[in-house]
């Protein structure tokens, strides 16, 4: 099993373009979160998913969307990148009920 | 308003010692709680977890403590060893087995192990 899978690795943006973090996973987890990771923040929840179809809200999800249509993948996008959006971006899963979350290697995103 | 508190920022302990990291939350609510490790360059790792119906759970050299009068839980790793050197979040939740899984994170504490 690759477990939660992440691309990129690294992405450099400029302010007001878009773009798509990818998420995926092979181990059938019906959660799904994406968390974004700051100095001196620890991490905080974006956006989740009980199972395909089923989104909704997190701690900090402005500027932010995302999409589940298959159990395995969660994509989240950022429509017009800004500079606070600078941050090393996580990807978990998880079976519903259960809440030891595994977690994707990350993203890491700049914001110029 | 953070939920989580994480008051020490880094840890340094010497080899072989007790390293012992702690963390306050603020929501009565929570019935579960996790420690979690991260290496520099990688994902969290679950680590350890413990339900409000119990004040202790051990894992070999890790052990946390839960006291919810006090809203404070504490992780012990005995013995410490320079690979234990990460940084250590503590989450909680409060919805234990239920629809979500939502955990909210405290900021992590940088621990250092010395050989």
């Known amino acids: 099993n690759a477990g939660v899978t992440q691309t990129p690795k690294f992405q450099v943006l400029k302010t007001g373009q878009s773009m798509t973090l990818q998420c995926a996973q092979d181990m059938n987890h019906e959660y799904m979160s994406w968390y974004r990771q700051d100095p001196g923040m620890g991490l905080r929840l974006i956006h989740y998913s009980v199972g395909a179809g089923i989104t909704d809200q997190g701690e900090v999800p402005n500027g932010y969307n995302v999409s589940r249509s298959t159990t395995e993948d969660f994509p989240l996008r950022l429509l017009s990148a800004a500079p606070s959006q600078t941050s090393v971006y996580f990807c978990a899963s998880s079976y519903r009920g259960r809440n030891e979350q595994f977690f994707g290697p990350g993203t890491r995103l700049t914001v110029l | 308003d953070q939920q989580v508190k994480q008051n020490s920022p880094s840890l340094s302990v010497q080899e072989g010692r007790i390293s012992i990291l702690n963390c306050d939350y603020t929501n009565s609510m929570f019935d579960y709680f996790l420690w979690y490790k991260k290496y520099p360059a990688e994902g969290p790792t679950f680590l350890i977890s413990i339900s409000s119906i119990k004040d202790k759970n051990e894992d070999g050299r890790f052990t946390v403590f839960l006291n919810k009068s006090a809203k404070h839980l504490s992780l012990h790793i005995v013995p410490s060893q320079p690979g234990d050197s990460a940084v250590y979040f503590c989450?909680?939740?409060?919805?234990?087995?239920?629809?979500?899984?939502?955990?909210?994170f405290g900021t992590g504490t940088l621990l250092a192990v010395q050989p």
């Open positions: 989450a909680a939740s409060d919805s234990y087995g239920g629809a979500t899984n939502k955990l909210i």
